[in-house]
């Protein structure tokens, strides 16, 4: 006897839909292309804006409250911003450098660390571009060094909230940042990245022990406007013009990516690139009036959300539902990760998404993420070819957040598999494919 199994997979005709809304009480109509944002809680996050202002809010953008430093002048231009909590600010400026701080929520501020704008002074700092305080002791801050004089960009660090700044100088580094806060990345107190674009090619530098020391990687590609973001020590990705380097160790390889999203549209501008937390194949670009989005590792992109005028500017996630992108025109937050629903001909389902795994094809690992923005009951499961369940990955309630789970084909031969996710009345079922 013959037994034949048909399997018969439905394919719909899917659209992503974005939630952004925009906020504006309390928030000026305009920001200045230097702006920044950095929250470090769903409720509490701030901004720069003018000169010597900055705006604040701590119930998640339901009200803003704008917080003037005292005792600066006209030409104090806020670059960038550092919330580690709820009480500790740090903020930079470009002109008349100096780093300030407050310890009470913006209330009360004192100097730091200040630099005049002496360019015949090899050591001192002509402009501030970049701060990360990684909690109310440790953090990096970055400035341009001597242009007349050719001198190299000065990082400092400190680890005690700030009473100290050591400044950190290596012979044959970039003088200073061309993208002020967009050239530098730090994913702790000892590791971070600096690029310098050269026109031609865009130099990457990286150090591993605090600025102490930097080594260089370079990628030989003509590049534009690039912007940098590493998830982690190893993981990271640079955005140039129509396309995208990543790499896994530490920039030691580098793989190329063709963004066809970029060819299509002639983008050519990348403000920021930001990861969805605990997922480094998930990240956002904000390019020119648009926000886009892949869960792919950039093998494709989809837009969900663009403005008519202006520019993005700056984006950062608290977690994987709740974030803010900063725009020339206004501010967006969303609290469900910016993508509200998944329709198709047969499910309108709010607040849920099945994404592709990824890799795929596979060997034998690979990831597939899930979104959902209430409780409730999840169930994933393998099947193979013939219909027969292989594996059960996840069985349980799920709180809302975004989610990622591992399949393991380590015994399992090289075919086609497909995952069925179940939750409710919603069942979508994808398509995966081993390859060893």
């Known amino acids: 006897m013959i037994i034949c ?9 899917a659209e992503v ?33 003018a000169p010597h202002a900055i705006y604040k809010t701590s119930n998640a953008g339901e009200i803003w409250s704008l917080i003037l430093i005292p005792e600066v002048d006209s030409l104090f231009n806020i670059v960038d911003v550092s919330m580690p909590d709820p009480n500790h600010i740090w903020v930079v400026n470009s ?5 300030r701080a407050s ?5 009360t501020w004192n100097t730091q660390y200040y630099s005049e704008s002496t360019a015949n002074d090899t050591s001192l700092i002509t402009s501030f571009n970049y701060i990360e305080m990684f909690d109310s002791l440790n953090g990096i801050a970055m400035g341009d060094g001597s ?24 012979d044959g580094m970039p003088t ?15 590791i971070g990245y600096f690029y310098k674009n050269k026109g031609s090619a865009f130099d990457i530098w990286k150090t591993s022990n605090g600025c102490d020391t930097w080594s260089f990687v370079t990628i030989d590609e003509p590049a534009t406007f690039p912007g940098i973001k590493f998830y982690d020590a190893n993981r990271g990705i640079v955005v140039g013009s129509f396309n995208m380097w990543s790499t896994d160790n530490a920039g030691d390889t580098w ?104 890799p795929n094809p596979f060997n034998p690992t690979t990831t597939i993420n899930y979104l959902i923005s209430t409780k409730m009951d ?9 219909g027969e369940q292989i594996k059960t990955l996840v069985k349980e309630e799920k709180e809302p957040g975004y989610y990622s789970v591992m399949f393991d084909a380590t015994k399992l031969s090289s075919g086609t598999y497909f995952y069925k996710i179940t939750s409710n009345n919603f069942t979508e079922v994808r398509k995966m494919i081993l390859l060893k």
């Open 95 to 99: 002109v008349n450098p100096s780093i």
């Open 255 to 358: 793989s190329k990516t063709i963004i066809n999203e970029f060819n299509a549209n002639d983008y050519n501008w990348v403000s920021d690139i930001e990861f969805m937390p605990n997922n480094s194949n998930s990240f956002w670009m904000s390019v020119e009036n648009n926000l886009l989005y892949t869960s792919d590792n950039g093998a494709s992109f989809d837009t969900l959300l663009s403005t008519t005028l202006g520019e993005f500017i700056d984006i950062v996630f608290t977690d994987s539902l709740n974030a803010w992108a900063l725009s020339s025109v206004g501010l967006y937050h969303t609290s469900n990760g910016g993508i509200l629903s998944y329709d198709s001909k047969q499910n309108i389902v709010s607040n849920f998404v099945l994404e592709q795994n990824y």
């Open 5 to 13: 199994y048909i399997i018969f997979v439905i394919v719909t005709f």
């Open 378 to 386: 999840v169930k994933i499961i393998v099947y193979n070819i013939l």
């Open 17 to 49: 839909h974005a939630e952004w809304t925009q906020q504006t009480n309390g928030l000026p109509a305009s920001f200045y292309s230097m702006a920044a944002i950095d929250a470090c809680s769903p409720l509490n996050a701030i901004i720069t804006t």
């Open 176 to 190: 200073g940042s061309y993208h002020l806060w967009k050239s530098v990345d730090f994913v702790s107190p000892e």
């Open 147 to 170: 242009y007349v004089l050719g001198r190299p960009a000065v990082f400092l660090a400190t680890n005690n909230g700030g009473q100290i700044w050591s400044p950190h100088q290596q």
């Open 103 to 107: 310890s009470d929520g913006g209330l």
